[in-house]
């Protein structure tokens, strides 16, 4: 009887001890990080591919830092997506924009925050929006165009890959579009008649007219449409730790706060 009891005793004690080791594994892994963690780069930190030649959303500061709408936002996003009231990390790395979906593809950085507007031919999972923008045409006060119907047949410049791209072959006939650089080079482009107009964001727009002031609107809206930011394939955590994230953001004052310091309207 003795020796049952005993072997009774130690496979017990070895229960509890195994027991005793899934809860201390439990914990192990809870105290890891957040769910999208396995998703992203680096745990606690989320890498950003911005393209900064699209102010305000995303320019170069005098210090050669980003800045803008989109580079404030995202530190506010971090700020709901840490662990334990402590913010995550935000790492913005400028590139081609038509090269940021490619980067997310190929895990060279989490998210893409660039004015991005959905598109079902990109390749790609969108946010919720957070911001409501437009596509417009910029033309050079001296060329006299009125209407879009004076622009047919003209050289358009707009970003490759980008839905500006896409409103101008809509909306403007026998438009021949390219791009020849970023937006600075594009608007320069612009300046010196080597393009006719340029297709882009409204505010982005609005911002190089105010900038400039051989330069005007021309016209309505191309097409309305909605910012959003864009998630590689399958990282459905990451979106949906965004989409949260997103939703305390224009919960809060931060978004009036943002459009009021650089100068957005809507």
């Known amino acids: 009887m003795n020796a049952i009891k005993k072997i009774l005793a130690t496979t ?8 005793s080791l899934v809860g201390c594994g439990g914990k192990k892994t809870e105290a890891t990080g957040k769910a999208y963690d ?11 591919g911005i393209s900064a030649d699209y102010p305000p959303y995303e320019s170069l500061g005098t210090d050669g830092k980003v800045e803008g709408f989109d580079v404030d936002m995202a530190n506010e996003l971090a700020k709901y997506m840490g662990k334990d009231g402590k913010a995550i990390e935000v790492e913005f790395k400028n590139m081609d924009f038509h090269s940021i979906i490619t980067a997310l593809q190929a895990g060279q950085i989490d998210v893409g925050i660039s004015a991005f507007t959905y598109d079902p031919e990109r390749d790609c999972l969108f946010s919720d929006t957070y911001l409501i923008s437009e596509q417009l045409v910029v033309v050079s006060k001296e060329s006299g165009y009125k209407n879009l119907d004076d622009l047919t047949g003209k050289k358009i ?11 101008a072959e ?11 650089g970023d937006y600075t080079v594009m608007f320069e482009a612009l300046k010196t008649g080597a393009l006719d ?3 882009c964001d409204g505010q982005v727009a609005k911002n190089y007219v105010a900038a400039n002031s051989s330069l005007e609107i021309l016209g ?26 997103i939703a305390q953001f224009l919960a809060s004052d931060a978004p009036q706060q943002l459009k009021d310091k650089w100068g957005i309207e809507g």
Request: glycine letters at 8%.
């Open 12 to 19: 017990l004690a070895l229960s509890i001890g195994a027991l």
């Open 38 to 48: 396995k998703e992203v780069m680096t745990p606690g930190k989320l890498v950003v």
């Open 157 to 167: 410049g707009a970003g490759t890959e980008t839905t500006g791209a896409k409103a």
């Open 170 to 180: 809509e909306n403007i006939k026998d438009a021949k579009i390219s791009s020849p």
């Open 197 to 199: 107009a340029v297709v």
């Open 220 to 245: 309505d809206p191309l097409v309305k449409e909605e910012n959003q930011i864009i998630v590689k394939n399958g990282n459905n955590e990451l979106l949906k730790e965004i989409n949260s994230a």
